[in-house]
Each structure stands twice: as structure tokens, then as C-alpha cells.
């Protein structure tokens, strides 16, 4: 079945220790998108891709950094991971604009 | 900028309808709405394009109204599946990304 894969699904690591987190999609989807969701919170948009051209949100620290080797991988990148990014974080994906997202499993990140 | 749900927060017994508005202060292309258990990832509901169109599968449906820049979605005769969070994502005009809602937390019991 087409669908969006995020590994791992859970990531413990320790307050300023680098992490990455991976998603694929076998969807052939030109859109990427990268979601943080903290509890009891809407999710919020860290950054996407159309095809290769990266769109980065204004309010998005410069700890996380993304990465789109191809059209089936994306990667969020958290360079020095603070209490405070602690969350679920969402890759979805989507043919383009108006365009139904998918979203995968979510990759529930605890800081140490 | 975020768009507001209302209510924040429904309780409904089985087989009780619902209306969840969101409502957004920009011009809007789009509407998305989803749906979210506890743990688990959105799931998609259904799109509205501009143009006030009103769509629906089974006992959900949905309206648009882009003069007002509001949508709301309808549940009808409601189920324990239904429960979770819903949703809206509102796209701009000329963007490629929705704006999610704070969410409306749906509670069905027996």
C-alpha cells in the first residue's frame, strides 16, 4: 500500500545531542512537510518541500535544519535538541497545493 | 495567522449531532479538515475549494463560506468513532501550506 513511513517512532536522546528524523513516502508526492505537534496543541509548520525547493517558516528555529535527498526521503535534522523540542513531529505529503495532506505515524521525541 | 474553532470543547452522547466553525480573518482558497485520536496522526476528512461549496460522505459533512471566510463541519447523528480532535487547516490565497486550527476536542459517549 502507498502510504507516508516516519522512523523511528519513538527517539529519546539527551539536551544537545544531534538527532534525525526520517520519512518516505511511496506516494511519488511532489510535497513534503515537516509538522511539529506539542500536547494539546494544533500542528505546527516547521517547513516543506515542492519537489526540491525548500520553503522554510519564518518562526522556525535554526536549530532544525531539513534535508530532501529525493523525491521519496525527506530528513528533519535537530542540531542541538533543547527540553523545549520535545514533541510528536508529522511528515506529510501531498501532490501540491489544495491537494489532500498524508500524514505519517508521527516520531514522538523526548529530550533528556 | 492561526484561523479559531469553536467550541474548544464538545461532549455529545450517541447518535447527537455536532457543528465545529472555524473561522479565519484572511481570504481563503482552501479548507481542510481532520481528524485526530489520542496518539495518532491527523486523518484526512475532506477538502472545500472556494466558490461556497458544501460537501459530505455519510453522516459528515462540511460547508464553505468564502465571503465570510468561515466553515463549519456537521456531524450527524453521532458515533463513538467519532471521537478525537478535529481540525481545520485553512490555505491563503497563492500559498502551499494550511494554517491549522487549535482544535476541537470531540467527546461521544454511550
Known amino acids: 500500500d502507498a502510504m507516508v513511513i516516519q522512523n523511528p517512532r519513538y527517539q529519546v536522546t539527551q539536551f544537545g545531542k544531534p538527532v534525525t528524523l526520517s520519512c518516505s513516502q511511496t506516494?511519488?508526492?511532489?510535497?513534503m512537510y515537516w509538522y511539529q505537534q506539542k500536547s494539546s496543541q494544533a500542528p505546527k509548520l516547521l517547513f516543506h518541500?515542492?519537489?526540491?525547493?525548500?520553503?522554510n517558516e519564518a518562526d522556525t528555529p535554526d536549530n532544525f535544519q531539513s534535508r530532501r535527498p529525493n523525491t521519496s526521503f525527506c530528513f528533519l535534522d535537530i542540531r542541538s535538541p533543547g527540553l523545549g523540542d520535545a514533541a510528536m513531529y508529522l511528515c506529510?505529503?501531498?501532490?501540491?497545493?489544495?491537494?489532500?495532506?498524508?500524514f505519517g505515524p508521527g516520531t514522538r521525541l523526548t529530550v533528556l | 495567522q492561526q484561523p479559531v474553532q469553536s467550541p474548544q470543547a464538545v461532549i455529545l452522547r450517541e447518535g447527537e449531532d455536532a457543528v465545529i466553525n472555524c473561522s479565519s480573518s484572511k481570504a481563503l482558497y482552501s479548507v481542510h479538515w481532520y481528524r485526530q485520536k489520542h496518539g495518532e496522526a491527523p486523518v484526512f476528512l475532506m477538502i472545500l475549494l472556494k466558490g461556497g461549496e458544501q460537501k459530505g460522505h455519510e453522516k459528515i459533512s462540511a460547508s464553505f463560506n468564502e465571503k465570510k471566510q468561515q466553515s463549519s463541519l456537521y456531524l450527524t447523528a453521532s458515533q463513538l468513532s467519532y471521537s478525537g480532535t478535529y481540525f481545520c487547516?485553512?490555505?491563503?490565497?497563492?500559498?502551499?501550506?494550511?494554517?491549522f486550527g487549535q482544535g476541537t476536542r470531540l467527546t461521544i459517549n454511550p
Open positions: 518541500y515542492y519537489d526540491k525547493d525548500f520553503n
Open positions: 506529510a505529503t501531498s501532490r501540491g497545493k489544495s491537494f489532500v495532506q498524508y
Open positions: 487547516g485553512t490555505e491563503g490565497q497563492g500559498a502551499q501550506k494550511l494554517v
Open positions: 506516494l511519488n508526492h511532489n510535497v
